[in-house]
């Protein structure tokens, strides 16, 4: 029968999914019901926004439950535990998702405090990262006062992931989002009955009546509508008041760090500051509604009492609500009957698993009941809703009284605890190592007539517009640990924290506004790696300028070079240049023209005082509300960072990277190793700024990451080997980076040297490589030295891309994968492989890839917008494309011989570089349209050329016994003492070589070799 009395409000009466209750858990299942295509509608009792979820602490809580995490492992098990946080961490992902989407901006960060006695959240935090994978941070009572300064509380807990928002606002956006997805939410249409009609489901309400075939009901105490296993087991009420704007002096004083606040006790004071500058206060816990009166009068004795130095504070709002608990303090999510589920339950904990149950029920409601089944043990008795014979408002009362008697007791024992010796407020010990957490691969395959597409199924998170957002959230947080460090000219180490790393980077920005420099010039830094080089980048983006970062050989005045800044020059017209030392542009007549001729400013870190010196500090009057103005007019699409490519030509490209391309890309590798975020990062590293790989992954991940960044002043060649082998002795990284070469002269070092090696492994999650092959055996002899670390070996990762694709495009996910992966796209990007022959020509698209280069020069972007990375990869396993992908080598690169057969250039020269070992640093392999193959080598120390050339010699021979074939065998070769110039294009920073380049400067060399290798084949 379809005729289902009144419709005129509701229209069809039919649909998919019916929603009892328009709150937060209400509305997210709509959301994502409908997102899997449901026709849904929801139906609430009143408006939008009155009940718990529009009048809530806006705690937006990233991986928490309302029963512990003790508690929870101790009732389902550890791996159970696991999924069940990680569930609701992907929560707190789509309700941060979902705020993003309607605007809503919320306050990062929380901070749990401790009214108990102290060293519980120590453990806890332990146990938080460990165990869970979050981001957290324990804080000591000694650093307490950076956050809040309140007498009672003893230590405390940063939850970086947290967030606050504004949670009326927080209801009316679902609401909004739902309506706009096709969801009708209806208004004071109270439902008073469910009744079985053939196979659907009968919806009476007080407007009408509608007929589904599933009803999800989502009232917040489910147990009327959907029986007993959704019904609560006690409810308890909080109340939360909103103040009238506060002098934010006067809250900066208490709330140093700006942090939402909660206690450690069940009914714990939850504080917050809102956008508006308002406090937002909750608490006072009770079994049952309290008069508003009383109410009102409690907050604000207990601000005063908590927060004595704030002064009066007026509280214009005051409201309350119900929170429900079932008897584990788990939320109810479930089915109760064929096509009749429920969410409730959520207790002081909704606001994110309200969002992971709407997630929860839809993939039910799809046919996968993997996740619904995980709260199976959570749900009420059947035939008999309630443990105890006693109603449930007197239940709640009492639990209410217990629940306040222990915090009572809890607080009486810590004031006797504070009489005793005070605690241990050292910073936390290094944690135990373990097996860093790797996103799961989830990677879809699309077949395509011309190859494949290859994506991740994990959509990319919101990500913050500009890092700006977590370079100021982590001096914010943690002011006083190391950001960057350097070895200064005596050797000696000197750290910049971060709260220090900020005020230093607004004196800098305040001093470019001062002297011209504002949104949308370049600044062109001609600098080594170096803190002033940092915060200088800092400074520049956050005003809305350019940097653009060249190697200092730049500003030289060596004659090689001059085409090169010629090129630069032409490009960008800086408007000011950075260089380490006040001399360093005396050499360079084309730089010191640009700056006469331009007005630009030289900008300096050592040496002449003078208005150039960036030491001088802050210059007085400097406009520091102009650097506010400037940062709030950050867009993602602001422009930031100028990269150029060593161009095959020798004449570089310039690169553009917005800040959202830069904000993306810190944000695919965050989700693909969580551990990022898990553990601030600890580097120890060399790569040039001037490089993606370095200035924009190493840089960006320890500001996205609230990381320390020690600069490593070694090199990898046979001198500056030394230098790093020192300072990793010194400094345990966490995340360890090196290209091909570097790893050939650390590996030996490692085996070798015991101290350095148990400082390397000490925490270190992973070990990384780039783009090649590790060549040889240097893979396994790596992988054994990190198996030798007990409890957890690092991880071997492997990642590539280009300056074009803002540095990383896939890395490897797992900790299987073997030497030569590239693993899988991160995700938000999307990898076309084009057939082509026997492999696959790669393309990318995403929030991170180029869109063009400056000036005139064309971008190889196809109709579809993908980039052609004039790669070649190819999957590990043709049989099992999922395993990954492998990288083949510059598509480029490989040429014909005379005779037509293919040379894989990439490759001959990995191998080759391998059987040459230790001898050689470079192999040049020539070239196209040759009947044999030639090599120039050069020797990896120049100290005994003699014994060099022998080694090479010897192993040679050795390498063409092994290859006979003409595509590998090499027919001659020369060991070249003419090192490969950095200025002329021939090999970049990174060392890597530039064959094409080299084949037109090396074409002399190459002829005399062609020439010999004649003479062998004619004998
Ligand atoms: C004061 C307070 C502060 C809190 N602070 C936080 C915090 O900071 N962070 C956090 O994560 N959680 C917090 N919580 C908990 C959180 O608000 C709740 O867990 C969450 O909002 C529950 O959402 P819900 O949709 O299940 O319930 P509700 O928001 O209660 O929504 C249920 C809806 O169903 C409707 N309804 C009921 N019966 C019917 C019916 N028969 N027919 C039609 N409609 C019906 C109701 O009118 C209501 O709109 C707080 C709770 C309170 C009370």
């Known amino acids: 029968m379809r005729a289902v009395g009144r419709t005129s ?4 009466p039919f649909v998919d999914v019916c929603i009892v209750g328009a709150g937060a858990a209400g509305l997210h299942t709509a959301l994502s019901a409908a997102e899997r295509g449901a026709s849904v509608a929801v139906l609430e009792r009143g408006a939008i926004g009155e009940a718990a979820s529009g009048n809530n602490g806006g705690f937006l809580d990233c991986g928490y439950f309302s029963l512990d995490f003790e508690g929870l492992v101790a009732r389902v098990g550890r791996a159970r535990a696991r999924r069940l946080v990680e569930l609701s961490v992907h929560g707190w992902a789509v309700a941060r998702r979902r705020a993003a989407a309607a605007g809503i901006v919320g306050r990062r960060g929380m901070l749990t405090v401790s009214r108990h006695a102290p060293g519980g959240l120590r453990g806890f935090a332990r146990m938080a990262r460990e165990t869970f994978g979050l981001s957290v941070d324990w804080v000591a009572p000694g650093e307490l006062g950076d956050h809040v300064r309140a007498p009672h509380y003893h230590e405390g807990l940063l939850d970086h992931r947290g967030i606050t928002i504004a949670p009326d606002a927080m209801i009316r956006a679902l609401a909004g989002l739902a309506r706009a997805g096709g969801v009708r939410v209806l208004e004071h249409a109270e439902v008073r009955g469910l009744a079985r009609d053939g196979g659907r489901w009968r919806v009476e309400t007080s407007a009408a009546t509608m007929i589904a075939d599933s009803v999800v009901v989502a009232t917040g105490d489910a147990g009327a509508l959907a029986g007993p296993e959704a019904a609560p087991a006690f409810g308890l009420y909080s109340h939360v008041a909103l103040s009238e704007p506060l002098d934010p002096a ?40 309290q008069p508003r009166e009383s109410v009102h009068a409690a907050l604000a004795r207990d601000i005063a009492a908590t927060l004595p130095t704030l002064g009066r504070v007026r509280l214009e709002r005051v409201s309350s609500g119900a929170m429900h608990y079932g008897r584990a303090r788990m939320p109810r999510i479930g089915r109760s009957a064929a096509g009749l589920l429920y969410a409730g339950c959520f207790g002081h904990i909704g606001n994110a698993t309200t969002a992971m149950a709407g997630e929860v029920i839809a993939d039910a409601l799809c046919g996968d009941e993997r996740s619904l089944r995980l709260f199976a043990p959570f749900a009420g008795r ?29 607080e009486m024992r810590a004031r006797a605890a504070a009489r005793r010796p005070s605690p241990d407020d050292a910073p936390p ?309 090196n290209v091909p070469l570097g790893w050939r002269l650390l590996v030996p070092r490692l085996e070798e040297d015991a101290g350095l090696r148990a400082s390397f492994l000490r925490r270190l999650d992973m070990a990384l490589y780039g783009g090649a092959a590790l060549d040889g055996d240097l ?65 990318v698209r995403g929030p991170s890839v180029v869109r063009s280069y400056l000036g005139d020069v064309g971008c190889p ?53 391998a059987a040459l070992a230790p001898h050689a640093s470079q192999v040049l392999v020539a070239g196209p349209g040759r009947e044999r193959l030639v090599a120039l080598v050069w020797p990896a120390s120049v100290a005994d050329l003699d014994h060099a050339r022998r080694g090479i010699d010897a192993a040679l021979h050795r390498f063409n016994d092994a290859n006979p074939r003409r595509t590998r065998r090499i027919a001659a070769f020369a060991v070249s003492t003419h090192a490969l110039s950095l200025a002329a294009g021939e090999i970049t920073e990174k060392g890597t070589i530039n064959q094409a380049r080299c084949f037109e400067t090396r074409s002399a060399e190459l002829a005399a070799l062609d020439a010999r290798a004649l003479a062998v084949s004619a004998r």
């Open 250 to 289: 006067r809250v900066a004083e208490v709330l140093p760090s700006g942090l939402a606040v909660a206690d450690t006790r069940l009914g714990c004071d939850y504080f917050s500051i809102t956008n508006e500058g308002r406090l937002r206060w909750g608490g006072r816990l009770a079994g049952g509604p």
């Open 429 to 737: 010990a290094l944690e135990r190592p373990r097996m860093p957490a790797l996103a799961r691969v989830d990677v879809e395959l699309v077949q395509r007539p011309d190859g494949y597409l290859v994506r991740s199924r994990a959509p990319l998170r919101p990500f913050e517009p500009t890092l700006v957002a977590p370079f100021r959230y982590w001096a914010r947080v943690i002011p006083r640990a190391t950001f960057l460090a350097e070895r200064g000219p005596d050797g000696a180490w000197r750290e910049l924290r971060w709260g220090e790393a900020r005020r230093t980077v607004d004196a800098l920005s305040a001093r470019l506004l001062a002297q011209g420099v504002g949104p949308g010039d370049t600044v062109l830094i001609a600098a080594p790696n170096g803190i002033d080089h940092g915060c200088l980048v800092l400074a520049a983006m956050q005003i809305g300028a350019v940097v653009a970062p060249v190697s200092p050989a730049h500003v030289s005045g060596e004659d090689a070079f001059e085409p090169r800044l010629d090129a630069v020059l032409d490009l960008v017209s800086p408007r000011a240049v950075f260089t380490r030392d006040a001399d360093a542009l005396a050499g360079s007549d084309r730089m010191r023209a640009h700056l006469r001729d331009t007005g630009a400013v030289h900008l300096y870190a050592r040496g002449a005082p003078g208005p150039g010196n960036l030491s001088a500090g802050r210059i007085a009057g400097a406009p520091d509300a102009a650097v506010e103005r400037a940062v709030a007019a950050l867009e993602a699409g602001t422009p930031a960072r100028i990269t150029f490519t060593s161009g095959s030509t020798g004449r570089p490209k310039g690169v553009v990277a917005t800040h959202g391309m830069l904000s993306a890309q810190q944000q695919m590798m965050a989700q693909a190793w969580p551990f990022l975020e898990t553990a601030r990062p600890v580097l120890v590293d060399w790569l040039p700024w001037t490089h993606v790989s370095g200035g924009v992954n190493s840089f960006n991940m320890t500001v996205r990451n609230g990381g320390a960044l020690h600069i490593d002043d070694g090199r990898p060649t046979a001198d500056g080997i030394g230098r790093t082998v020192e300072n990793l002795t010194r400094v345990s990284p966490t995340w360890y980076t």
């Open 9 to 12: 409000r509701i229209g069809d």
């Open 382 to 410: 059947r035939g008999g809703a309630l443990p105890l014979p006693i109603p449930l408002p007197a239940r709640s009362r009492l639990v209410a009284g217990a629940l306040r008697a222990r915090d009572a007791l809890d």
């Open 779 to 843: 893979w396994e002899r790596l992988r054994r030295i990190l198996d030798t670390r007990p409890g957890g070996a690092p991880v071997i990762g492997c990642g590539w891309g280009s300056t074009e694709t803002t540095s990383t495009v896939t890395v490897t996910h797992h900790a299987a994968a073997r030497n030569g992966e590239i693993g899988h796209p991160l995700p938000g990007l999307e990898l076309k492989l084009v057939r082509t022959g026997d492999g696959f020509s790669a393309h």
């Open 861 to 913: 972007i196809d109709d579809e917008g993908f980039y052609a990375m004039g790669d070649a990869v190819g999957f590990v396993d043709p049989q099992d494309p999922e395993r990954g992908l492998r990288y083949e080598g510059r598509l480029g690169e490989s040429f014909k011989l005379s005779s037509g057969a293919w040379v894989e250039a990439t490759l001959l020269r990995t191998h080759l570089l």
